[in-house]
């Protein structure tokens, strides 16, 4: 600070100038000895000050206690105020009175204000009226120090002293009760005040930056005003010319209002860290910024306003509060973010609290001192949030910092503290976030479900490897059903996520499903080719069949318990069931492709000589067949008939088309054997597909109406018994009908011409052959066609039969 020195003493030399208490002038011969009395006085004064400032350890703010004699608060004790000064008199020296005011505030020490006692309100009484100006700036300075009224004293004379008491006890309910009466007793300081007439000599910079520090703030507004306005009349009388004095002058009242600017930053700060010592200052504090915002604009003062200083003390006594919470790094505790979380909640009810308890009362109801400190919280305790969620990568992590800033901070347990109420009931309870913050967490933890989705799939797949396919392990049953618990592992998981997300929010809910759902969309796919890789390698004996039937199962039950979240997220379910369908089909045709293997030889074998005379292959694939059957029944039923359609038709096909291979031709009435070997066969045929509930129903006639054409004994009637074949299969044609007869043992002659003639009449009449065209049995079986028996036939004849072939 310029010129300090200098400037103390210039205000000696201007005290010794100054008018006396008389009115008197002094003359220059008798104004050396005042000086010095004045000065050895406002030396001892801040001495008594900084003895007792609440600053000295020991102290309660400015509270003290009772002496065991309290002769000052005898009457008569006190030295009479002096008389008021007559209009036009000039206002004594601040020098003269300043050592009285802390001889005042040394004598008051007997004084205490009562802990719940109501706060002192400004009086409203012109300084100028029979009261003097001392006496007026007296209780000015002892509002500043927070002393205690008659009232205070009479309610109680020693300080109540703290027992400490286990929560929940009687004895804190007690006091839980003395707070809330003694609240209701509480008052806010009146919004009107008058200010205390300015001193006409300013103290120097030195003493005022002195008061400063020792937090005497009103006196030293006082004065700060008082050389505010010296320096504006000085101004005014210099014009634009303006001394270098007087540039001085203006720094060192702007220096000394940037103190006062941080000493009253730093009291609001602190003001509910350290209740006891800042409550007493915080009225001073209120009316200093009120006669700032007053004065706001006018020469000497500070640019910005004091009102948003204020506001941002107060945020930054937040950010202290929030910044002290306990905080362990996550390498040592893996709750590492509940647990702050928990903690932060916890201070900001507490201290918030102590503002709806004490401080509020310190301030004029413009102040909305409860309201400043809740949105103060709300923005930082946003900007904390922001900074922690750089450190969190975990899902659970993720997971408590959504619950916390959606649902906790506005619950009881925080903004919505039963404690607070019922000043909360007009502030918002949300945080204040930053831009698009809460979106991009929410993002967070979307992508962070969709990591952890499929590590755990994969995880299920690696399960499914050690407990099933590498010991070559049967699968269980339930409900006589083949099952995986795979489905339910991953239902559980996908509800899991679902659930604990719509506790936060439901729009939080649906972008959790589908982000389960698209990581399950690429699951059926990666599952199937780690089973075909595991399971290439299998025993023989291992249940490979059995794996298909129950993966067939399981993805089907769990494509299934999508479905319940279709309208939720329509587009994701659609295309997890097609996945699923595409898994299904990639395991029944492996299945397919494994009976086919299976019975392929002994199909081949049917229709021959061996066949006629030995049974040995048709047991085997009808013990093939039943072995499907009893599969099919472990297998859910909306994927038996399709699959058992298939390979009945299979099996069909093949049976019969052995017929159309001449592989064998019957002789010796051998056909009637055969005959009836075929309808029995056939019979076992469509009993086991027919258990399998096989769709393929119109199958089921052929080994029936092609027995009847075979085991005719007599030549004559078969081609009375071609209209069921003709009838049932439209693409039975004229050499499918030769093929038949071929086997028969009939390949020439007049019955044979006969029998085709018959043929295309019937193919030709009308409705002949009027069965359904899409069911296609013989149209691509493959025929060997004997034509030895057309080289003894006129052209004529061939004419009338070329058509219908």
């Known amino acids: 600070m310029s010129d ?23 003359t220059n011969g008798e104004a050396a000895k005042p000086t010095l009395g004045v000065m050895r006085s406002f030396r001892r004064s801040i001495r008594r000050a900084a003895e007792s400032s609440p600053l000295l350890p020991g102290r309660k ?8 004699d309290a002769a000052g608060d005898e009457p008569g004790s006190r030295p009479p105020p002096s008389p008021s000064p007559s209009a036009g008199s000039p206002v004594p020296s601040p020098l003269k009175n300043i050592g009285s005011f802390f001889q005042r505030r040394e004598d008051d020490e007997g004084e205490v204000t009562s802990p719940r006692g109501k706060p002192l309100k400004r009086s409203k009484t012109d300084p100028n009226m029979s009261a003097s100006s001392d006496s007026f700036m007296r209780r000015s300075f002892r509002r500043s120090l927070k002393l205690g009224t008659k009232k205070d004293k009479d309610r109680g004379g020693r300080q109540e002293q703290l027992v400490p008491v286990s929560e929940g006890s009687r004895e804190d309910r ?3 009760q003395e707070a809330e009466a003694a609240e209701e007793e509480m008052e806010e300081v009146e919004e009107a005040y008058t200010l205390p007439e300015l001193p006409h000599t300013p103290l120097s910079v030195m003493q005022i930056s002195k008061l400063i520090d020792m937090e005497v703030l009103e006196e030293a507004h006082l004065n700060l005003l ?54 007493g200052l915080l009225v001073p504090v209120a009316r200093i910024i009120q006669e700032e915002e007053r004065r706001a604009g006018e020469l000497g003062g500070l640019p910005d306003s004091w009102t948003e200083a204020w506001r941002e003390a107060v945020g930054e006594g937040a950010r202290a509060k929030v910044a002290g919470v306990h905080l362990e790094p996550k390498e040592q505790n893996a709750s590492w973010l509940a647990v702050h979380l928990g903690l932060l909640g916890k201070a900001i009810v507490e201290d918030l609290e102590g503002v709806r308890r004490e401080l509020r009362w310190s301030y004029p109801p413009s102040f909305r001192v409860f309201s400043t400190y809740v949105r103060s919280y709300h923005r930082v305790v946003g900007q904390h949030l922001k900074r922690l969620e750089q450190q969190v990568t975990e899902l659970k992590d993720l997971y408590a910092l959504l619950d916390w800033i959606i649902n906790r901070y506005k619950s009881e347990r925080i903004m919505g503290s039963p404690s607070l109420q019922p000043d909360m009931r007009d502030e918002r309870s949300d945080l204040q976030l930053e831009g698009n913050f ?8 979307c992508c962070r479900v969709k990591v952890d989705m499929r590590s755990s799939l994969d995880r299920i797949t690696e399960l499914e490897n050690e407990e099933f396919w590498m010991q070559s392990k049967p699968p269980e049953k339930e409900e006589e059903l083949l099952v995986s618990p795979i489905h339910m592992d991953i239902w559980t998981k996908v509800k899991g996520n679902a659930v604990n997300s719509g506790q936060i929010d439901a729009e939080l809910e649906q972008r959790v499903v589908a982000s389960c ?9 990666r599952f199937e080719a780690e089973l075909r890789r595991h399971c290439s390698a299998l025993k023989p004996q291992a249940p490979w069949t059995e794996y298909q039937m129950t993966y067939i199962n399981s993805f089907t039950a769990l494509q299934q318990h999508m479905e319940g979240y279709l309208s939720a997220c329509p587009g994701e379910v659609e295309d997890f069931r097609r996945e699923v369908e595409w898994l299904s089909v990639r395991l029944m045709q492996g299945l397919e492709e494994q009976f086919k293997d299976d019975v392929k030889p002994y199909l081949r074998r049917m229709m021959t000589r061996k066949w006629l005379t030995d049974d ?62 075929i309808r029995r066969q056939w019979a076992k045929l469509v009993e086991v597909f027919e258990d399998m509930v096989s769709s393929h129903k119109w199958l089921y006639p052929v080994g029936d109406d092609l027995s009847d054409i075979i085991g005719q004994k007599n030549k004559t009637d078969i081609k009375n018994h071609l209209e069921p074949v003709v009838k049932h299969y439209p693409d039975f044609s004229r050499k499918h009908l030769v093929a038949v007869l071929s086997f ?27 069965g359904d065209k899409s069911q296609v049995l013989f149209g691509d079986m493959q025929v060997t066609v004997n034509t030895d028996c057309l080289s003894n036939l006129t052209f004529s004849c061939l004419s009338d039969l070329l058509p219908d072939s």
């Open 4 to 26: 300090m020195t200098d400037r103390s003493t210039d205000a000696a030399d201007e005290d010794a100038a100054s008018p006396g208490s008389d009115g008197a002038t002094a």
């Open 517 to 525: 759902l698209q990581e399950l969309k690429l699951f059926p796919r």
């Open 616 to 677: 040995e292959d048709f047991d085997r694939l009808h013990s093939r067949a039943r072995l499907l059957s009893h599969h099919c029944s472990l297998m859910r039923p909306q994927h038996v008939q399709e699959f058992a359609s298939h390979l009945y038709y299979h099996v069909a096909r093949e049976y019969i088309g052995q017929l159309m291979k001449n592989n064998y031709s019957c002789k010796n009435r051998k056909h009637e054997k055969a005959a009836a070997k």
């Open 744 to 770: 028969r043992g009939l390949m020439r002659g007049r019955e044979h011409q006969l029998i085709l003639q018959r043929f295309a009449e019937l193919k030709k009449k009308p409705g002949g052959g009027s």
């Open 174 to 176: 007690a006091e839980e």
């Open 61 to 68: 703010g400015s509270k003290v206690t009772r002496g065991a």
């Open 226 to 279: 008082a050389l505010r306005q010296e320096l504006r009349h000085e101004m005014e009388r210099c014009g634009d010319d303006s001394p270098i004095d007087l540039v001085k002058k203006e720094k060192d009242l702007n220096l000394l209002y940037g103190d006062l600017r941080k000493k009253v930053n730093a009291i609001v700060r602190d003001a509910n860290s350290l209740p006891s010592r800042n409550k």
């Open 438 to 445: 809460l979106q991009q967490l929410k993002e967070k933890y």
